[in-house]
């Protein structure tokens, strides 16, 4: 998700696949059933309305020509589904939007797997950190349908916030890839996706009956311009989504029927980098009210007793951004409200944080952390001392 820069979706880009593809005969072919909306120009992509929650069927079909990738003949492939930002301007901000999500949404996920509905599906499993993607394993030679649910709303990610606002819309693509000589499945075979826009539950039915009604009251030389609604939703070819590389490449962690609950499995590794941060100021103010709230009061000189708690951050990528949503899950906030982490320095100067910083810290090394409230309504820098 953290490659955003590199984002092959842009509906312009679409269009610039190489003519010769036009009449390719794909060796996958996805197709979503839900409608289509009948209020979309001919020469626009096709867009979806999806009910938040509810499971939609994405039937799986081998379309391959005889004798088209026999190295597949009897093996399983393994397709990645990812719901992602249509629009430019979300998707260089995506891996904010997505921890403003979490933090609004603790527990839930963005894209789950029903189960119990799937036909086909083998080893289904969602990464924890990553709510937005799902994968499983399938035989192109056998029925597949994998029922999908959205758990997020189109307008939850809109600007602002006034009410009757239009939603952003999302993608859903799939990646398809084969086994290599080791066994991964790395190898790239298909891509493909479709623009949706998710409303609260029922929301997409009265949408698609308005844009329905709309269309009904234009002229028929209007009507010309507009594509029918179709029955069910093709996925169109788009190239694959940047891949991202994990830590010791271990397996992603098991995928469970529920979709606020998910075990970590085997495979996990030592964090690169462990820090002990500690809230001194939070906790002095808190300790001293206490303590004058105590009769009598001590007589031994240490009138303070002060005892701070220190908490361990474990770093994987050693990077401002991860550094950032460690120190917002500390103190119980959205990584969107730390506007800059400072470390102090000599003279009692405030040093910028960066990647090249985090990754001179020394192993366990210690800090006291302080808030200060920053320009903006609702937001802080953090220092470290």
């Not at 006034?162 to 086994?179: A, C, M, N």
């Not at 809230?279 to 300790?287: A, N, P, T, V, Y």
């Amino acid at each position: 998700m953290s490659d955003v820069l590199a984002l092959p979706i842009f509906k312009q880009e679409e269009s610039s696949l190489p003519t010769d593809n036009e009449n390719k005969i794909l060796p996958f072919q996805y197709v979503l059933c839900a409608a289509t909306s009948p209020a979309v120009k001919l020469h626009d992509e096709t867009l979806t309305y999806l009910n938040q929650g509810q499971s939609y069927e994405i039937r799986m079909l081998d379309n391959r020509k005889l004798g088209e990738l026999p190295e597949i003949n009897g093996k399983l492939v393994k397709s990645i589904f990812r719901v992602v930002f249509h629009d430019r301007r979300l998707q260089y901000t995506e891996h904010q939007q997505l921890e403003g999500w979490r933090w609004n949404r603790p527990g839930d996920r963005i894209l789950d797997i029903d189960i119990p509905m799937s036909v086909g599906i083998i080893d289904p499993r969602a990464n924890p950190t990553q709510l937005n993607t799902v994968e499983f394993l399938w035989d192109p030679a056998k029925r597949t349908s994998v029922f999908i649910q959205v758990h997020c709303i189109s307008t939850e990610f809109t600007m602002r916030k006034h009410g009757g606002e239009k939603g952003v819309p999302f993608r859903v693509q799939i990646d398809t890839f084969k086994e290599n000589e080791n066994g991964e499945y790395t190898e790239h075979l298909h891509s493909a996706s479709c623009q949706i826009k998710v409303f609260k539950p029922k929301g997409a039915d009265r949408k698609q009956k308005t844009d329905r009604e709309k269309m009904e009251k234009r002229t028929p030389h209007e009507k010309e311009k507009y594509q029918p609604s179709y029955e069910t939703t093709i996925l169109t070819e788009c190239s694959p989504w940047p891949e991202i590389t994990y830590v010791n490449n271990s397996p992603s962690p098991g995928f469970n029927s529920s979709h606020s609950s998910f075990s970590l499995g085997e495979g996990m590794v030592r964090p690169r980098l462990t820090i002990y941060v500690c809230q001194e100021s939070l906790q002095l103010r808190e300790q001293q009210q206490q303590h004058q709230q105590q009769q009598p009061k001590q007589e031994n000189g240490d009138s303070s007793g002060a005892f701070f708690v220190y908490h361990a951050i474990f770093l994987e990528e050693l990077t401002t951004v991860e550094l950032t949503e460690k120190i917002a899950q500390l103190f119980s906030i959205s990584p969107c409200q730390i506007n800059q982490i400072y470390k102090q320095g000599p003279t009692g100067i405030h040093v910028l944080i960066s990647d090249e910083m985090i990754q001179n810290f020394q192993e366990e090394a210690c800090f006291v952390l302080d808030t200060m409230k920053a320009e903006t309504n609702d937001s802080y820098h953090i220092i470290l001392k």
